[in-house]
């Protein structure tokens, strides 16, 4: 590994979604998703979890939807350190997270950023000892925040960002279209998600469930409620994972999925290059609704 990349992953950490009515957001992520409330942070964000962790999911009041930020969690102190110095010497701009900031999250330190290419912003740190309860499912069996999804009006500069910049690895590609990457030297398939755009937006959020059962019985507790399903299910070709879109109450997209191929550390296999084509996203045939990923401004406010 180059030496000046010897940073380490644990995960992707959380994601916090602008929504413009938190407390009816507050009962959708709870009694349809399946999220546990976790407590209030600053400037009353909401706090989530589906997973033993402090937080996944983070609901933020705003006049629009979107994004509000992504955190990553390091490995260690010393990840992080590494980290800071190399970002420092890509001339990027590193905010300090407040104490009280981190405090309120369960951070032992964190920074943030704005991604150069879509602005998003993107909070580094590494978590305290885990003092949470186990996860305890309700209606879905959730068991892990899976990746995000950026729209990007230049998909090869923010990919090649990430890659050289940040330390994530390409695990496959839809040629001119999507690039699927994990924060090394984390397993799972991709983390992060970037897919080719007109503007800079967001494009998903997913969450990992236990068993297929839980994607069947999901599309008729959607139905039950009234939730847009967006596409699927379905099967993706390069993850081969099952998957379901939805929308949550601001039309921002969510998705469920089962099962995902993982990655070794040591000598993984190369990407795969799949042609851009409707049967590279999906085997079954599903074709997606035009309200999927319609909607999700990208903040940049560093907050």
């Not at 090869?156 to 994530?168: A, P, S």
């Not at 599309?219 to 399903?229: Q, S």
């Not at 993850?239 to 969510?254: A, G, K, N, R």
């Not at 469920?256 to 590279?280: D, V």
Request: negative net charge.
């Amino acid at each position: 590994m180059n030496q000046a990349l010897d940073f380490r992953y644990r995960r992707l950490g959380y994601v916090a979604l602008n929504v413009t009515d938190v407390e009816r957001s507050n009962e959708f992520y709870q009694a349809v998703v399946g999220l546990h409330a976790a407590g209030v942070a600053a400037r009353d964000e909401r706090l989530f979890r589906c997973s033993p962790k402090h937080q996944d999911i983070i609901l933020c009041q705003a006049e629009t939807p979107g994004l509000a930020r992504i955190g990553w969690e390091l490995d260690s102190l010393d990840d992080l350190d590494r980290l800071q110095v190399h970002l420092k010497q890509l001339g990027i701009t590193l905010y300090e997270t407040e104490p009280d900031t981190c405090a309120a999250l369960e951070h032992a330190r964190a920074f943030r950023i704005n991604e150069p290419n879509t602005g998003a912003v993107f909070e580094y740190y590494v978590a305290r000892p885990a003092r949470c309860s186990a996860f305890e499912p309700t209606v879905t069996k959730i068991v892990r925040l899976g990746h995000v999804v950026l729209a990007t009006q230049d998909l090869g500069k923010t990919e090649q960002f990430f890659r050289e910049g940040l330390n994530y690895r390409v695990s496959d590609r839809v040629e001119g279209a999507i690039s699927f990457m994990r924060c090394f030297p984390n397993p799972l398939h991709h983390s992060l998600g970037l897919t080719s755009s007109q503007t800079n937006r967001f494009h998903h959020v997913n969450f990992m469930v236990t068993d297929i059962d839980d994607i069947g019985r999901a599309l008729y507790r959607f139905k039950r409620h009234n939730v847009p399903i967006v596409f699927g299910p379905g099967r993706h070709p390069p993850s081969d994972s099952i998957f379901l879109y939805f929308l949550d109450p601001d039309e921002l997209t969510l998705e469920y999925s089962f099962g995902m191929e993982e990655f070794p550390e040591t000598t993984p296999r190369e990407p795969r290059l799949l042609p851009m084509k409707l049967e590279s996203i999906d085997y079954w045939g599903a074709v997606p609704d035009s309200k999927l990923a319609a909607r999700g401004e990208i903040s940049t406010s560093i907050g």
